[in-house]
C-alpha cells in the first residue's frame, strides 16, 4: 500500500512456494476483497482464493474454492445489496474446456449461488460490471462462438445469473476483450485488442454497445506493429482515456501507450471499423457446486521500490495549431509563433517572402521578423503519425501610424486651441488622464496623446503650448487678514469686457469675509485675459478659550491659561501674562488681542470644591421588594463601591451598609450610607388559628390603612374565613406596599372506633386513634377484669387484640386516653377521653 505520491505504507507478499496470482481487487468501505488464483492450497490445480483485508493489509478470512481442474477469478464487484459477485474462467465443468462462471457470495465469503456458462471450446473471462437493472455484464473472448478464432464475448445475465442474452463481436482472426466500462448516456464501452482490423499487428479494439448489446460503433486505435494489454476509462472533462502497450511506437521494444478521445472515441490514430460481425449466441447458466476450504498461514516479504524518470513522447494529435498575434505592428520585430500540442517530430516552418526565420527552423517554436510584408506562415510535422500535422497562419501587418498634433505655438491667456491627432483611433489616452479623440488646450504647458488602432499598435505625439500674459493687474497683496465680522472689498481693474471671480460673479468688485483663495479673471474686447489672486485669512478669537469653569481645592491653587498665540493679554488685575494662577474661588477674566487688533473676552467661574457626597438626607429606608439607586455624582476620576462596582451609582434592593471611594483632582474621599428595610409597627395580620366546624373566624390587617387586598380579592382590612387554608394580605400605609399572611388549621379531632376484627383478612384487624393536630397521646386498653391488655404511647400505634402473643377472646374492652391538642391561640391544652371497644374475631 502507498501514499498519494507512490510513497510504501506497508507491503506484504502472501502465497507459498508454488504460483499466487492476485488478480483483482475492490474496496468496500474501509475494507477490500482481493481475489485470485493459488497453486498452494486446495486440490494442488489453478483454483480461486478470496480474501478480506482491512486497511492496515490484516485477513479477516481467507478461503478456497476448489474444484477438480484449473479455475481463474479475473473480476469482482460489490452490488448495490451489498452481495458480492466473482467473475471466474474454469476448467472444472462441462468437457474441460474453459467456461465463463459466475459466483455470488455475501460479505463473508459464503457462496449464495454459482452458475456456469458452458460451451464446446475455450471462453476466457475477463471483466464484469453491474447493469442498470441489477443484473450482470459479463466480458471476454471465446473461441466457442464468433466468425474468427477468438472474439469479444458478452453475455448479459439477471441478479440470479440467468441469462437474458450473448453475443459475439469480431472478425476473421483474434480479437480479445478485456475490459467494459459505462458511459454517462447508459451504454458501454468495451476495450481489447484485434487482429482482424486496424493499421497492422493486433491494434487496440474498442466497441460501443447499448443496454441490449447492439454495436453502435468500433474502432481501432495503433500503428504497424502489435498493441496489446489494452484498457478503457471515462475521463474527467468528457472522452476516454485508452492504455495499452505498444511496438509501434516509442523507444523500443514494449512502450506504454496513451490515447486521448472524445465521447465517440475520435483521436489522431482511430481508425472506424464498418466491418465487425456482431452474432447472438445461445447458452445457459447451469448451477455448479464448488467446494470452500479455508487458510489462514501467509509468509510476508517486504519490496524494495525505486522512483524512476520516464521519457515521454506525444505521436499524435488531432491537429497541430499555430499560437502567436495575427496582427503586428509594421515596426515590430523578433515576433514568437510555436504550436500546440507539443509532438515529438520535425517541424518545417514557412514564412512569407520578405520575412526571416531568426530562430526556431526544426522546433516547435520560432522567432520571426517580417519586415513589413503580410503574409501565411505554415508549419508541417514529419511524424510516423501524421494525420493532420499541419497548419498556417495569415499574419496582417499594420502600417505605422503617422500621428501629429501640429507645431508648438503660443497665444495670449484666455484664447485656447483644439488639439486632434486624427479620428478612426480604438482608443486615446491624454497626458491630464481624458481619454477623448481631442482636448481643448488653454495652458502652458507640455500636450501629448498615445493612440491605438485595432491592431494593438500605438503612436505618441506631444506640443508645448505658451499661454502668455499679455497684460496683468494686481488684487493687493497675496495675502490678508481681517478680523472675523469684518469684511475686505477687493477691486478689479476697469474698463475691460468681462469679469469672472472664482464664485463665477462677473462684477468689477466682490466683498470677502471668509478665508479662502480669491481670483479673478478679467477678459479684453480682444479675447485676451490676465489674472491675479490673492489669499484671505480671518482671524477668529474662540468664544471659550479659558475652558469650562471648575473648582479650587482647599488651600490650593489653579492656572488658567489662555492660549498663547496672542500679541496682548488683560487680567481683571491688570496683569499682563498668558498665565493667571488663582488661589481663591471666584470669577475670572481675561482680554485678549492678537497682531492685527482682533480681540475677545473670556471668563472661568472657580468654586471651592466640596467632597463628594452620597445622596441622602439621613439614613435610608427600603420598601421591601422595592431598589434604591445611590450615587455621589458625576465626574470623579473612579469609584470603587463596597459591592465592587466601579459604576458611578449602584441600585441596591437589600438593607445594609453602603460606602464608595471616589478619586478627585482634590484627594481621595469615601462616603457611606446606612439603608435599612423598612417596616410598619401597626401593620401585623395576626398570629396563625385554627377553626373549628362551621364556626366562623374574622382575620384583621390592623386599621387605618390607605388601601387593603386580600388573595380573594377582597379590599375590607378584616376578611371573614369559613375553612382552613394560608391568607395572604398586602397593605399600603402610604409610604410602601407590606405584605404578610394567616394560617387557618383545622380544630383538633380525635376519632376513636368502637369494634374491630383481628382476623387478619385485611379488613379492621387494629384497634386505634385518630386526630389531628394531636402532639402527645397515650391509651391504656383493660379487659372486664381491669387487666391491662396494652398501652399505645402514640397515637400512631395500634393493639392487634393479643395479650402476651395470644388472642384475645372475643368481648367487650375498655380503654382511657390522655393526649394533648394545639388551641386556637396555639398554645396546648391537655384532653382525656375514655370508652369501650367490642373485639370479635370469629373464632
Known amino acids: 500500500r502507498t501514499d498519494s505520491t507512490g510513497n510504501i505504507v506497508w507491503n506484504k507478499f502472501v502465497g507459498g512456494t508454488a504460483d499466487d496470482e492476485l488478480q ?88 449464495l449461488w454459482t452458475k456456469a456458462y458452458l460451451s464446446s471450446n475455450d471462453d476466457i473471462y475477463r471483466d464484469l460490471i453491474e447493469t442498470g437493472d441489477q443484473g450482470y455484464l459479463s466480458v471476454g473472448f471465446s473461441n466457442s462462438f464468433g466468425s474468427g478464432d477468438y472474439d469479444f464475448y458478452l453475455v448479459k445475465t439477471d441478479n440470479t445469473g440467468k441469462v437474458q442474452w450473448a453475443k459475439t463481436y469480431g472478425g476473421p482472426a483474434d480479437d480479445k476483450a478485456f475490459n467494459i466500462k459505462k458511459l454517462n448516456d447508459g451504454n458501454y464501452m468495451v476495450c481489447g485488442v484485434t487482429s482482424s482490423f486496424g493499421a497492422g499487428g493486433s491494434d487496440v479494439f474498442i466497441i460501443k454497445i447499448n443496454p441490449e448489446g447492439n454495436l453502435i460503433w468500433a474502432k481501432t486505435y495503433g500503428g504497424t506493429e502489435d498493441e496489446d494489454f489494452s484498457s478503457v476509462d471515462i475521463a474527467n472533462n468528457e472522452g476516454l482515456i485508452i492504455t495499452a502497450s505498444t511496438y509501434s511506437y516509442g523507444n523500443g521494444e514494449r512502450d506504454f501507450f496513451l490515447v486521448k478521445t472524445d465521447n465517440e472515441g475520435n483521436s489522431c490514430c482511430s481508425q472506424v471499423v464498418d466491418n465487425t460481425t456482431v452474432k447472438n449466441v445461445s447458452v445457459t447458466g447451469t448451477p455448479v457446486f464448488p467446494t470452500v476450504s479455508q487458510n489462514s498461514e501467509f509468509p510476508y516479504y517486504d519490496i524494495d521500490v525505486e522512483n524512476q524518470d520516464l521519457e515521454q513522447k506525444m505521436i499524435c494529435v488531432d491537429s497541430l495549431k499555430i499560437i502567436g498575434d495575427s496582427v503586428i505592428c509594421e515596426n515590430q520585430l523578433n515576433i514568437y509563433y510555436y504550436v500546440e500540442p507539443n509532438i515529438d517530430g520535425d517541424y518545417l516552418w514557412s514564412v512569407p517572402e520578405n520575412a526571416t526565420i531568426i530562430s526556431g527552423q526544426g522546433t516547435l517554436g520560432i522567432v520571426v521578423n517580417f519586415g513589413g510584408v503580410s503574409g501565411f506562415i505554415s508549419v508541417s510535422l514529419q511524424n510516423s503519425c501524421s494525420l493532420n500535422s499541419s497548419d498556417s497562419l495569415y499574419v496582417n501587418i499594420s502600417e505605422n501610424i503617422n500621428l501629429d498634433l501640429g507645431p508648438d505655438t503660443s497665444f495670449c491667456y484666455g484664447q485656447s486651441v483644439l488639439l486632434s491627432p486624427g479620428g478612426g483611433f480604438y482608443s486615446y489616452y491624454w497626458q491630464d488622464g481624458s481619454t477623448d479623440s481631442v482636448l481643448l488646450a488653454g495652458n502652458t504647458g507640455y500636450y501629448w496623446v498615445q493612440v491605438t488602432d485595432s491592431a494593438g499598435c500605438t503612436a505618441t505625439d506631444s506640443v508645448y503650448i505658451e499661454a502668455y500674459m499679455e497684460f496683468s493687474f494686481s488684487l493687493g497683496p497675496d495675502t490678508s487678514r481681517i478680523c472675523e465680522g469684518d469684511y475686505l472689498i477687493l477691486h478689479g481693474p476697469g474698463g475691460y469686457a468681462s469679469y469672472t471671480w472664482q464664485d463665477g460673479s462677473g462684477y468689477p468688485d466682490l466683498i470677502a469675509d471668509t478665508s479662502g483663495i480669491y481670483w479673478l479673471e478679467v477678459t479684453a474686447e480682444n479675447g485676451c485675459a490676465a489674472r491675479d489672486s490673492m489669499l484671505l485669512i480671518v482671524n477668529r478669537i474662540p468664544v471659550n478659550f479659558l475652558g469650562n469653569d471648575t473648582v479650587l481645592c482647599e488651600g490650593g491653587s489653579f492656572s488658567i491659561h489662555a492660549p498663547p498665540v496672542y500679541d496682548k493679554y488683560i487680567w481683571q488685575d491688570g496683569s499682563s501674562d498668558s498665565v493667571f494662577i488663582a488661589r481663591q474661588a471666584g470669577d475670572y477674566w481675561v482680554y485678549v488681542e492678537d497682531s492685527i487688533g482682533c480681540s475677545g473676552v473670556d471668563t472661568i467661574s472657580l468654586s471651592l470644591f466640596e467632597p463628594p457626597q452620597l445622596s441622602r438626607s439621613g439614613d435610608t429606608l427600603v420598601c421591601p421588594g422595592d431598589s434604591l439607586r445611590l450615587t455621589p455624582g458625576e465626574g470623579m476620576l473612579y469609584y470603587k463601591w463596597n459591592t465592587g462596582s466601579t459604576d458611578s451609582a449602584i441600585t441596591v434592593t437589600e438593607e445594609g451598609d453602603y460606602w464608595v471611594e471616589m478619586g478627585t483632582n482634590c484627594g481621595t474621599f469615601t462616603d457611606s450610607i446606612l439603608v435599612d428595610l423598612y417596616s410598619d409597627p401597626d401593620f401585623s395580620p395576626g398570629p396563625d388559628t385554627n377553626i373549628c366546624g362551621d364556626e366562623t373566624i374574622r382575620l384583621s390587617a390592623g386599621p387605618g390603612f390607605r388601601s387593603y387586598l386580600w388573595g380573594d380579592g377582597s379590599t375590607d382590612s378584616v376578611l371573614t374565613v369559613h375553612e382552613p387554608g394560608i391568607y395572604p394580605v398586602v397593605i399600603d400605609d402610604g409610604r410602601c406596599l407590606l405584605s404578610g399572611s394567616v394560617k387557618v388549621d383545622k380544630c383538633n379531632l380525635l376519632w376513636i372506633p368502637n369494634v374491630f376484627t383481628p382476623n387478619n383478612d385485611g379488613y379492621n384487624d387494629y384497634f386505634y386513634a385518630v386526630g389531628e393536630n394531636v402532639i402527645k397521646f397515650e391509651m391504656v386498653i383493660y379487659n372486664r377484669w381491669g387487666v391491662k391488655m396494652a398501652t399505645l404511647n402514640n397515637i400512631e400505634q395500634k393493639w392487634d387484640g393479643r395479650y402476651n402473643g395470644v388472642l384475645c377472646t372475643d368481648g367487650v374492652y375498655y380503654y382511657e386516653a390522655v393526649y394533648e391538642e394545639v388551641g386556637r391561640d396555639t398554645f396546648p391544652v391537655k384532653r382525656q377521653v375514655h370508652g369501650s371497644v367490642t373485639l370479635i374475631s370469629g373464632r
Open 24 to 111: 483483482n481487487l475492490i474496496r468496500v468501505g474501509n475494507d477490500y476483497y482481493l481475489v485470485g488464483s493459488t497453486r498452494n492450497y486446495g486440490a494442488g490445480n489453478a483454483q480461486i482464493y478470496f480474501t478480506k483485508m482491512d486497511d492496515s493489509g490484516d485477513f479477516y478470512w481467507f478461503k478456497i474454492y476448489d474444484s477438480s481442474r484449473d479455475q481463474h477469478s479475473k473480476a469482482i464487484i460489490n452490488t448495490q445489496n451489498n452481495n458480492l459477485v466473482l467473475g471466474v474462467y474454469s476448467r472444472s465443468y462441462g468437457n474441460g474446456s474453459y467456461s465463463f462462471m459466475l459466483m455470488k457470495t455475501d460479505n463473508n465469503g459464503n457462496i
